[in-house]
């Protein structure tokens, strides 16, 4: 047998090939993103490399880390919008809370932790996207238990993508996926294949996303998304999250939207439980999330929401978040010390 291939265990034809260097594998990786003019991911920063990698060929993660093999990690994600990192702080201190209820440590305190994201993100150039990052148990071995793990991991990501403020109305189903148990859907860790099963179950029916329903009939949320609604009396309400994530855009329009109620708009604004009945028979209904920031529903298991077109409150509250994204206050919008300027 060749040794720079190996025969396929069923006795086919295929022939694996075997690299012989890690110069050889460079090559390989680099012929992916030779023809990409744009790179997708323009920064990563890794703390098993100790640094900022701008090649993307070199965005790798240990095949032991246990976050690869085990799901052990959490993670969480912020907006960038004209080199302005949205909301940063409020999305770091879910992030830590949700490394300690998975029981990861982070390699680093919150202030470093912050300092490596602005210093990426400035090295990445990108000024409009999303950043990502990670908390892992770390590489060390393939056992269940991370204490052979040496040491847990940060890994962070530039995602450049151009987005814009959602107008159009979308229908959805509700989920036949089974709900995650509130101690793992309160905390965003890695573990998404019910996030994407409920999504995949709503594309192959021609909707956008999904709904969740909790064991007691309440309305959950979506599989990545808070979802919010406005009743006939004009009542802004969204469920509470004991039971789902606390997501940062949802609770930045708790705060926000009390403003249409001084306008007389809204008659209030809360969170509490509805029941599916109760949500379909809603006058608006919108998904609400950081890079949306509100998607408007027209209708869910193809009954129409409201009149089954867009709402004009629910237009009301995304132009208000919007605008909080792109020139909101100082204290959520962190400017970018791009390396340029």
């Known amino acids: ?187 965003k860790n890695v573990n998404y294949l019910p996030n994407v099963l409920a999504q995949m179950e709503a594309e192959e029916q021609g909707a956008a996303a999904s709904i969740w329903v909790d064991e007691e009939g309440y309305v959950a949320e979506g599989p990545n998304v808070n979802v919010a609604f406005i009743n006939h009396d004009k009542e802004l309400i969204l469920p509470f999250f004991d039971k789902i994530l606390s997501g940062c855009t949802a609770k930045r329009l708790l705060q926000q939207a009390p403003k249409l109620v001084e306008q007389g708009r809204l008659k209030s604004v809360k969170t509490a439980n509805l029941t599916v009945e109760e949500a379909k028979g809603c006058a608006e209904m919108m998904f609400v999330g950081s890079t949306l920031p509100i998607l408007p529903i027209i209708a869910w298991d193809g009954q129409p929401i409201g009149d089954g077109k867009v709402g004009e409150l629910t237009m009301a509250l995304s132009d208000m978040l919007w605008d909080d994204m792109v020139a909101g206050p100082e204290t959520l919008r962190f400017r970018v010390p791009y390396y340029e300027e």
């Open 1 to 187: 047998m060749d040794s720079q291939s190996v025969e396929a265990v069923n006795g086919s034809d295929y022939k694996a090939h075997v690299f012989s260097s890690s110069a050889e594998l460079l090559e390989k990786l680099n012929e992916k993103w030779s023809s990409v003019k744009k790179k997708p991911f323009p920064a990563m920063y890794s703390s098993v490399y100790g640094g900022i990698i701008l090649d993307p060929a070199m965005m790798v993660l240990p095949i032991d880390d246990h976050m690869v093999h085990r799901g052990h990690g959490v993670f969480d994600t912020a907006c960038l919008i004209d080199g302005h990192l949205y909301e940063l702080d409020v999305h770091l201190d879910r992030f830590l809370r949700s490394a300690a209820q998975a029981k990861v440590s982070s390699p680093f305190p919150k202030s470093i932790l912050r300092s490596i994201l602005v210093q990426m993100t400035a090295a990445s150039r990108c000024r409009k996207g999303t950043i990502r990052y990670w908390l892992s148990a770390g590489p060390g071995d393939f056992l269940l238990s991370p204490a052979g793990c040496p040491t847990s991991a940060f890994y962070a990501v530039v995602i450049d993508h151009d987005f814009f403020q959602c107008k159009d109305g979308v229908k959805v189903i509700t989920s036949t996926i089974l709900i995650k148990p509130p101690q793992f859907a309160t905390m």
